[in-house]
């Protein structure tokens, strides 16, 4: 009974198989599959009891699943998608494919975009129509109802669809090709040194929130390294600190330093001096932030921008253009921040140095750190939550201005904030 059916065309074949589990008893019933020189074994969940009548149920069933495989391979072979992958809703596979997306945002923005091709197609579209001219159509339903910039982030996703849909075989050539929507430049917004000065020395009423973006706007993380990142991920070399992760959009590996201000804010939220609950989310206590959805930290952080008397239309992820800013102002070359960006592609860094004038410089993490110590170091990095002078200093900051008072930190004569460099810290 080992050869329960044989199927072979071409350079194909489908072998139902069974073999016998460690019971000694049951058998389990698979398909031995072989196309273009490969062998692959698919269990079917299919169990031989030794019951005459249910095993040859059990075989039918198995036969009919043998012949469906065979006509997918058989199209595969000749360059042709089959019936059933062809009936399939693109929509729904769309919707699969942007469940494996790790970053929050990158989900959020697929789920925009299938709702407006959602909308476009009346709910569902099966492979078997989706042709150049519905992706093509689809690209002129976004131009005529949303911005440019938006348009083409949102057929990004859909000519990314299409791009998979062919690597799983599904679709037998790209219907998005040639369709394609040029982004407008935009200026992106960003705090120069006098604005970040004056936003920290405003007091907001999400203390997490402002330590969080004071920290984006040192390091440039996103915010969704900053939400995920915990104290297992600092590092310390030769008097050095520096964050060692996982970028949550990308999943690659990267190693940010930090510079003074940065490593004084993360010793801060690390402190065992702060209040055991800093947040009424329940989170992790390994967390160095305690934020809650993004949509409360962007509000609380627009509160804040507009008490400091800012006008700038400023988000969350304009910390990492500031830090982007700053570093290309103090000397930093383009590639070395694009490495401390994580950028996979320096054209994509280089779109800061069309904003700032930048002088090259040797691109050592030692050197960078100092160079960002320097530039930023008047920025009162104790969160304005209460210093060392103040009659009425909240816990939090006074524990930190007693910290820097007896580590001798010195006082900046101009605006009296104390200065720590990275030897202090």
């Not at 000519?159 to 430049?185: E, F, H, S, W, Y």
């Not at 991920?233 to 030769?238: A, G, K, S």
């Not at 104790?382 to 010195?410: K, Q, V």
Request: proline fraction near 3%.
């Amino acid at each position: 009974m080992q050869t329960l059916l044989y199927i072979c065309c071409f350079a194909l074949s489908i072998k139902v198989r069974s073999r016998l589990l460690r019971d000694g008893k049951t058998q389990t019933v698979y398909l031995d599959l072989y196309s273009r020189g490969r062998r692959q074994l698919e269990y079917l969940n299919l169990y031989l009891t030794g019951n005459w009548a249910a095993d040859r149920e059990t075989f039918r069933v198995a036969e009919a699943i043998a012949s469906k495989r065979t006509l997918e391979l058989i199209g595969d072979e000749h360059g042709f998608a089959t019936l059933t992958r062809q009936r399939a809703d693109f929509i729904e596979y769309c919707r699969k494919l942007a469940d494996t997306k790790h970053a929050h945002n990158t989900r959020e923005v697929w789920r925009k975009a299938l709702e407006h091709f959602t909308t476009f197609c009346g709910g569902r579209l099966a492979f078997s129509s989706l042709n150049h001219s519905t992706v093509q159509a689809f690209h002129e339903y976004l131009l005529a109802r949303i911005g440019v910039n938006s348009a083409a982030v949102y057929l990004a996703r859909i000519k990314t669809a299409c791009r998979q849909a062919m690597n799983d075989g599904i679709l037998t050539k790209n219907p998005a090709v040639n369709v394609t929507i040029r982004k407008q430049a935009t200026e992106r917004a960003f705090l120069s040194l006098d604005e970040l000065r004056q936003l920290a020395d405003t007091k907001c009423s999400n203390a997490e929130t402002k330590a969080a973006f004071l920290f984006s706007c040192f390091s440039g993380l996103r915010y969704s390294d900053i939400e995920s990142l915990r104290a297992s991920h600092v590092r310390q070399l030769n008097g050095l600190y520096a964050l060692e992760f996982r970028q949550t959009k990308t999943g690659t590996p990267i190693v940010v330093p930090l510079c003074a201000q940065a490593v004084a804010i993360l010793k801060h939220q690390l402190s065992p001096a702060l209040p055991v609950s800093r947040s009424k989310f329940p989170l992790d206590p390994d967390l160095v932030f305690q934020l809650g959805a993004q949509q409360t930290t962007d509000k609380a952080l627009q509160r804040w921008v507009k008490k400091a008397g800012i006008t700038k239309k400023i988000s969350f992820h304009c910390g990492r253009h500031t830090f982007a800013t700053l570093s290309l102002t103090s000397g930093i070359d383009v590639y070395t921040l694009s490495k401390l960006l994580g950028h996979r592609h320096i054209g994509t860094t280089e779109i800061y140095a069309k904003i700032v004038d930048q002088k090259k410089l040797p691109p050592p993490i030692r050197r960078v750190n100092e160079t960002l110590t320097r530039t930023i170091a008047h920025v009162p990095f104790w969160l304005n939550l209460g210093d060392y002078d103040r009659p009425n200093a909240s816990r939090r900051g006074r524990y930190f201005a007693e910290w820097c008072h007896a580590n001798g930190a010195p006082r900046d004569a101009a605006t009296g904030f104390q200065i720590v460099y990275f030897a202090d810290v």
